[in-house]
T-cell receptor
Framework: DVKVTQSSRYLVKRTGEKVFLECVQD?????MFWYRQDPGLGLRLIYF???????EKGDIPEGYSVSREKKERFSLILESASTNQTSMYLC??????????FGNGTRLTVT | AQRVTQPEKLLSVFKGAPVELKCNYS??????LFWYVQYSRQRLQLLLR??SRESIKGFTADLNKGETSFHLKKPFAQEEDSAMYYC????????????FGKGTKLTVNP
C-alpha cells in the first residue's frame, strides 16, 4: 500500500518565519503535489513536480516555493509565513496516470 | 480553463434514503473525472473514477457529457457514508493537475 508521510501533523509558526513542510512517499512515484485545503474553497494546487529537480506552478504559488532533490521527497517552503497561509496542507503522489495518494495533512497555524 | 462546481456545500439525508451529490464541470475536451472522499480524521482517498465504471461502497457516478455532469449516487445511504466528498477533473487524462471542486459535506442521520 502506498504511503505518503507528512512530517508534521500540526505546526504553529510566527509571522515572518521560514517554514518547511516535508513530504515523503515510498512507492517510487514520479509525480508529487502540494495542495492547500480550506473550508469553502476546496483543494487548491500550489506546486507540483513530475521528476527530481523539476517543478511547476499550480494555481496559487504566490508566497510558496518547493524543492525536489530526491524522488521520494517533496518539500514546500514558505519563505516568510503570513497569517493568510494558515491552512491545512496536503501532499500527494502518483505514478503516471494513476490516482493521487494523499498524506494525512499538516495543519499550519501562523500567528 | 477547467472548472469543477459542486453546488451543495452541505447535504443531509436520513439513513436508508437515496443520496445524490452533484458535480458539474467545464472543459472543452475529454475529461477524466474522479470522486475523492475524506472521512473524519482520515486522509483524502479516491472513491471512484469514471473510466472504471465500477461501484464502490454502493456509490456510482455516470459521466454525462451533454450535461457536463458527474453526479455521485447511492440508493440507500448509510451513517458511515458521512464524509467530505470532492469531485475532481483531469484535463490530461491522468492525475496530473487535478482540479477539485469545493466539496460537499454529507451527513447521514440515523
Amino acid at each position: 500500500d502506498v504511503k505518503v508521510t507528512q512530517s508534521s501533523r500540526y505546526l504553529v509558526k510566527r509571522t515572518g518565519e521560514k517554514v518547511f513542510l516535508e513530504c515523503v512517499q515510498d512507492m517510487d512515484h514520479e509525480n508529487m503535489f502540494w495542495y492547500r485545503q480550506d473550508p469553502g474553497l476546496g483543494l487548491r494546487l500550489i506546486y507540483f513536480s513530475y521528476d527530481v529537480k523539476m517543478k511547476e506552478k499550480g494555481d496559487i504559488p504566490e508566497g510558496y516555493s518547493v524543492s525536489r532533490e530526491k524522488k521520494e521527497r517533496f518539500s514546500l517552503i514558505l519563505e516568510s509565513a503570513s497569517t493568510n497561509q494558515t491552512s491545512m496542507y496536503l501532499c500527494a503522489s502518483s505514478y503516471s496516470i494513476s490516482p493521487l495518494h494523499f498524506g494525512n495533512g499538516t495543519r499550519l497555524t501562523v500567528t | 480553463a477547467q472548472r469543477v462546481t459542486q453546488p451543495e456545500k452541505l447535504l443531509s439525508v436520513f439513513k436508508g434514503a437515496p443520496v445524490e451529490l452533484k458535480c458539474n464541470y467545464s472543459y472543452s475536451g475529454s475529461p477524466e473525472l474522479f470522486w475523492y472522499v475524506q472521512y473524519s480524521r482520515q486522509r483524502l482517498q479516491l472513491l471512484l473514477r469514471h473510466i472504471s465504471r465500477e461501484s464502490i461502497k454502493g456509490f456510482t457516478a455516470d459521466l454525462n457529457k451533454g450535461e457536463t455532469s458527474f453526479h455521485l449516487k447511492k440508493p440507500f445511504a448509510q451513517e458511515e457514508d458521512s464524509a467530505m466528498y470532492y469531485c475532481a477533473l483531469s484535463a490530461q487524462g491522468g492525475s496530473e493537475k487535478l482540479v477539485f471542486g469545493k466539496g460537499t459535506k454529507l451527513t447521514v442521520n440515523p
